[in-house]
């Protein structure tokens, strides 16, 4: 049920849940199956159900900057990027990012999961990712005719139908997404084998969380917790900014959590925990939690004036993060197509508000052309293998003694996974294809997409840390963005792939201009200074492309890793149980623990973790 803060404040439940985003949404529904236990779930944001500015497809990055969604965080100046400061949006209310996000719904590689295990988290694999992500999956198939038209697969099994979370393709397909991506196939890019079972190399129609029949967003909060909000013993208290966790120490040392202090309407408040306190806030948020509990890094919990209950130097560290560009073309004349960039203008806005009442138009499209690919596919051989060797120079060069044990072994995987000819192959390098222009400025009546760029397999790593005990302060967030060329590199080179696409039939012919960078920006000799940065005339295209992404790239939302799951002994902050090491009743649960970031949009992880937590925090999970 919704709650007032009567109801929660110096009250006990079983379980205390901070933060109800995806993670929090799904331990909250699957723990309060039992009818003998309580869960209460405490908020920051507000519940915002049935809101359109949610439910609405289309509405992409509107809600970011605003605080009614958004926490609206950002970076540290970026040393690596021109000193940028990066805006990260992440997901304020109920539902979290999901009720922000773009909506897509991809998986990783079975390899990349695989991978959590041989960094020490025995259950932690492809198998059980399946399990869980398929229980969480309610697949619904497109339409005959338009799976007809798009030439999509059917499912055969590697997509859950029974799950809580809706799924599907669009009602509307842009008609410049076949294009697209025939375009793509053409310059190279094969055919995913089987994007949703495990091998997602190559190009696909991108599913999206998205109820088809209604055509609007299906995210956490109406896929968890509105059809569980009437059980009785399962409280939701929205405005509820989580200060700390209390606990007291037993004479062996370990930590119990008795409790959680909050501010509500200003006044600070405490519920008491009888079982385990689930800490679900987001990368961005746990860590911080974490450290105003007394558990942290000793010298960033005394600099901010925090009590050390547990030295644990790995909270809030490892923050990896996926990075993204974008490139824009307009088409000629004669191609108008739907697409995102009429809504820019009142006309169009209203000809599709008024569509969208008989479930047509642009706000029943989605963005579905993806492709995840390794370096070698991008950049060709010898230029992968360059980079390659840049980035194992970097990691050979770590000063053995001060670089974490289980950092290492994360390097040492994503090495594997970066050299060029070995198999099985890192899928580091992501295109996106979009209807529109993303939110630059669009000519009406013209027709334009856009192709992201996105590298997800970054050697560079970020923190999170607290500079004060206030729990209102933002924590510094410094992801370290480039520390590591090869990053830099790799993402240049997708950024030159991309724009390498559109040479390619049949979107060659179909072509105007191009928007962003450029026409003006083709090679070295043609530069002219159309980009907000100054060079000389004549300079290299690969130095231009270098400057072009440092300042066009951005965030992706994907952060991940400063909650790390990893043996103590190797810098982890929580074990294979997700209990957080030197205590009997705390976790975390969300993408926080992720210890080696996947080239994938992530809330489907997020989804399948919890769904996986929450089976072992009953007792019922078998590896």
């Not at 980009?531 to 690969?542: G, S, V």
């Not at 399948?608 to 937590?613: D, F, G, L, M, V």
């Amino acid at each position: 049920m919704s709650a007032k803060i009567g109801d929660v404040a110096d009250k006990s439940f079983d379980y205390v849940i901070i933060g109800g985003g995806a993670a929090g949404l799904v331990l909250a529904a699957r723990l309060s199956e039992d009818p003998s236990k309580t869960v209460c779930v405490l908020e920051a944001g507000d519940s915002n159900i049935n809101d359109p500015a949610i439910l609405t497809p289309a509405s992409y990055g509107s809600h970011f900057g605003n605080k009614q969604y958004d926490w609206n965080s950002a970076t540290t100046k970026q040393k690596f990027c021109s000193d940028r400061v990066f805006p990260l949006a992440h997901g304020r209310g109920l539902g979290g990012s999901t009720s922000i996000n773009f909506m897509g719904w991809t998986k990783p590689s079975a390899d990349e999961i695989d991978d959590w295990g041989r960094l020490g988290n025995p259950g932690w694999n492809w198998k059980n990712f399946q399990k869980y992500v398929q229980r969480a999956e309610r697949f619904v198939e497109p339409a005959t005719k338009l799976r007809k038209d798009a030439n999509i697969p059917l499912n055969e099994g590697d997509l859950g139908t029974k799950g809580s979370v809706a799924i599907s393709f669009p009602r509307t397909f842009a008609d410049v997404d076949p294009f697209l991506m025939q375009t793509t196939k053409n310059a190279g890019i094969p055919t995913a084998p089987r994007p949703y079972g495990g091998n997602p190399n190559g190009c696909y129609w991108m599913i999206n969380s998205l109820d088809q029949q209604t055509s609007t967003r299906s995210y956490a909060c109406t896929a968890y917790y509105v059809p569980n909000r009437d059980r009785p013993n399962l409280t939701v208290l929205t405005g509820a900014n989580v200060a700390r966790v209390v606990s007291d120490k037993g004479t062996d040392g370990i930590l119990t959590v008795t409790g959680v202090e909050f501010l509500h309407g200003e006044k600070g408040h405490v519920v008491h925990v009888n079982k385990e306190a689930l800490v679900c806030a987001g990368a961005l948020k746990s860590p911080q939690i974490l450290e105003l509990s007394g558990i942290g890094s000793k010298s960033v919990l005394e600099k901010a004036g925090v009590e050390v209950k547990i030295d644990l130097p790995s909270v809030g560290e490892n923050m990896q993060e996926h990075l993204f560009g974008p490139c824009m073309w307009e088409l000629k004349p004669e191609h108008k197509f739907l697409n995102y960039s009429e809504l820019q203008h009142s006309a169009g806005r209203a000809r599709h508000e008024a569509l969208y009442k008989d479930l047509e138009g642009v706000f029943t499209m989605g963005i579905v052309n993806c492709s995840f690919n390794p370096l070698e596919t991008i950049a060709g051989t010898p230029r992968a293998q360059e980079i390659y060797e840049r980035a194992r120079a970097q990691v050979d060069a770590l000063d053995a003694a001060r670089t974490p044990a289980g950092l290492r072994e994360q390097y040492a995987i994503q090495l594997e996974r970066l050299r060029p000819g070995v198999l099985p192959a890192g899928l580091g390098c992501e295109t996106i294809g979009v209807p529109g222009t993303m939110g630059a400025p669009a000519t009406e009546g013209r027709s334009y997409f856009s192709l992201m760029y996105s590298m997800t397999h970054p050697f560079s790593r970020g923190h999170v840390h607290i500079t004060s005990s206030d729990p209102m302060v933002e924590p510094e967030i410094d992801p370290q963005y480039f520390e590591y060329g090869s990053d830099l590199d790799v993402i240049v080179e997708i950024a030159k792939f991309v724009r390498n696409i559109v040479q390619h039939a049949p979107l060659k012919d179909m072509i105007e201009k191009e928007v962003m960078p450029g026409p003006a920006v083709q090679d070295g000799e043609q530069f002219k200074g159309t980009f907000p940065f100054a060079f000389p005339r004549h300079i290299d295209i690969d130095v231009w492309h270098t400057e072009f992404v440092k300042t066009a790239c951005g965030t992706t939302w994907h952060t991940c890793g400063t909650c790390s799951m990893t043996p103590r002994d190797k810098s982890g902050v929580v074990d294979h149980e997700l209990k957080v090491y030197g205590t009997n009743n705390l976790r975390v649960v969300d993408l926080s623990i992720v210890p080696l970031t996947v080239a994938s949009h992530m809330q489907s992880v997020a989804y399948a973790i919890a769904e996986q937590a929450a089976d072992i925090i009953k007792g019922t999970f078998r590896p």
